[in-house]
């Protein structure tokens, strides 16, 4: 695990993140011979051992190791980082997490994340093609802002030309299913083009990728969720342009622009399976009602930086984000959607929409303080406007009313270097001014539901009618969010810090919104729209000398209000507000080997959550274990991986330990997880013309049900969400630089 990379300041951007890699980097990568860092992702050119902070970084050659074998940046920072849950390989992200609540997810520094109505599409908002390393911050923090609870995703994409000229890359891939089967088969093709001359540099680049049809252990098509959107099945297009000027020897402008749209082609229907006999969801043929999910993402950042500015670092962002979510029509007659005014109970189809647009910029500098050299001091402002609605396209109704979301945020860090760098003190503040406005609004025809119970068989899950009138409002809060810490590194390459931060965010609004079934609702004091202010303390220490490279780290987090996924019975999810708390322990080693190239690693992740089960009358007691919706089961990673001249080889093991889920609300728990072991490889050999690659995931071919799967929706009648996980897939490419 070689943590000595250098991560530039990323002039694009205010959130870059360098640090702990998890995998091998290439012999030939010069940022690992390199013992500086710089994490500008805590808003800081400071080098990470003066941060007391848990911060990994997946390089460029390892991400596009785990893209060949998974195929997407979520799939690949899940397989790297143990405390973050297995995927669902879908492309809702629902109930993914990182030490237990949900990260914030970047792009240079812009969120994706919409957690007033959380779309749960994120982590499809780019190709990967275009990120030249994945920053990973842990726990909750407040240093960029909402939603970074669990912690902070960012993707960077590619920099600019650093050569005069021209210069590119290019790649072809192919992808099949362990019985080749025609309807299995996929590819994809990608090119960026980079132009430099003098102080002016461009970048343009196109990804087209088609995904088949998945097939589990079994040689079974994997079932589809066709409401919350697949990646299989579909068809993605991603654009990306990069434009920069170089204003003088230490300012820089750029402008970056992204566009990603990923269509289902509808090419089948689901077939039910059966949990009791272990019989997952599966597929045939077929044509789904209305329009395939899908998902369009486009954003334009303009930044400019300054690396001596008054002799301290600027930076500077504004930055425009649009994006649309469609979810699909799974069945014809949703009981959530009828409504006896426009057509006969069960007989009206609808599908929705989210439709979220953000406005934003940020703004920080940061320097040595004139005399007192050991004290270094940043200052900066974050100002965000986000709206977002959820609406149903087919009969043009308004499911969640359009939500203003507006964040003004001064805030202010500070690294004290005492003894020669022994032991470093850091802090914080930031004071997040929040106001959200929602017009009045009516409900949907149908908000009481009827849930199946052992005297309730027959209609189960359908709803009764009676939507109302709710009172809109423009509540306001504020707080001042802290942290702080103390490293003390008494040798080089050794350390250890303590540490507490905050983070913030604000409750899946839309599902608490369009959920309100009460007349007389004012959302000016309704309680369930406060803001989450969650935790984070860990202590960690770090061994970083000569072959080894290890780390541990012992977190705790907690929050008075809040957000737990309740599965209704017709599987759409509503919000509860109750007290979380949440431990873990994460471990890491990684050793070169004798042999020339040959490093070996492992990787541990524990973690606990409970929650406040009396929502009726909490009493701050929590008495019930998080489930799979809301936590991610214990891991141990383990992986060996070769990398000298032209042969590079890995192979990875993922151990996704059984977990039982007790408490008060789990008497007679329904969704015990049994756990599952899956392997992949990759092997690329570099030629004269290119390098030829050829990577498997779930190389032995493992059935298994996922573990979104296997403990949510335990009672789900139908069973129309009980999937199986990707069978062995094969992927050969090819790619070439010039």
Known sequence: MNRKWIVAALLSSALSAPAFAQDAAPADDSAARDDSIVVTAARTILPPNALPLTIDLIGKDALDQQLAISGSVT???????????????????????????????????????????????????????????????????????????????NQVTVGAPKEEGLGGRFLLQGTADDGFSGDGLGGKVAGLVQYKAGRFDATFGAAWEKRGAFYDGEGRRVGLNLTQ???????????????????????????????????????????????ALGIPTSAVRGDPPGEPAQNRTESVALSLTDTDLGGGNFVSQIFFNRSRDTFGGEILTQATFQDPALAPQGTLFDQSQNRSRKLGAKFSYERAVPGFEALTVTLGFDALVDKTEQALIATGRVWVPPSDFRSLAPFGQANLKLFDGLVRLA??????????KIDDYHTLASTTYVACTATVTTNCGLSTYGGVDVGGGKPKFDDLLINGGIIVEPW??????????????????????????????????????????????????????????????????????????????????DVQRQRVEIQGLEINLRVALPVDGLKVGVGYAHLKGRYDSDSANPDGIVDTDLDGSNISPDRLNLNASYNKGPVSALVQTQFFLKRDFHGKANPKPLNDFGGYVITDASLRYQTGFGGLSLSVQN?????????????REATDAPVAAYFAGRGRTFTLGWDYRF
């Open 427 to 436: 802090g914080g503040v930031r004071w997040e001014n929040v106001k959200i």
């Open 75 to 153: 799939d690949a920072v899940s397989n790297l980082t143990p405390s973050f849950s297995p995927t669902r390989q879908k492309l809702s992200g629902s109930g993914e997490s990182l030490r237990g609540r949900s990260p914030l997810y970047a792009i240079n520094g812009i969120p994706q994340s919409t957690p007033m109505r959380d779309g749960s599409r994120d982590g499809f908002t780019i190709d990967g093609f275009f990120v030249d390393r994945v920053e990973l911050i842990y726990g909750s923090n407040a240093l960029q802002g909402i939603g970074g609870t669990g912690g902070i995703v």
């Open 492 to 573: 080089q390459g050794i350390r250890a810090y303590a540490s507490y931060a905050e983070g913030f965010t604000v409750p899946d609004i839309g599902r608490i919104t369009r959920a309100v079934k009460t007349a007389g609702i004012d959302i000016d004091n309704y309680l369930d729209i406060s803001p989450i202010v969650s935790n984070n303390r860990e202590i960690g220490v770090e061994l970083k000398r000569g072959p080894l490279d290890a780390s541990a780290t012992y977190f705790w987090s907690s929050s008075d209000k809040g957000q737990l996924l309740i599965a209704r019975p017709d599987r759409i999810f």
């Open 699 to 711: 190389l032995f071919d493992k059935f298994y049900i996922d573990y979104s799967s296997d403990t």
């Open 229 to 275: 959107g697949e990646t299989q099945d579909s068809r993605t297009l991603s654009l990306f342009a990069r434009l920069g000027y170089e204003v003088s020897p230490t300012a820089r402008l750029d402008l970056i622009a992204s566009r990603y749209e990923l269509k289902g082609d509808g090419d089948y229907v689901a077939v039910a399976g059966n949990r």
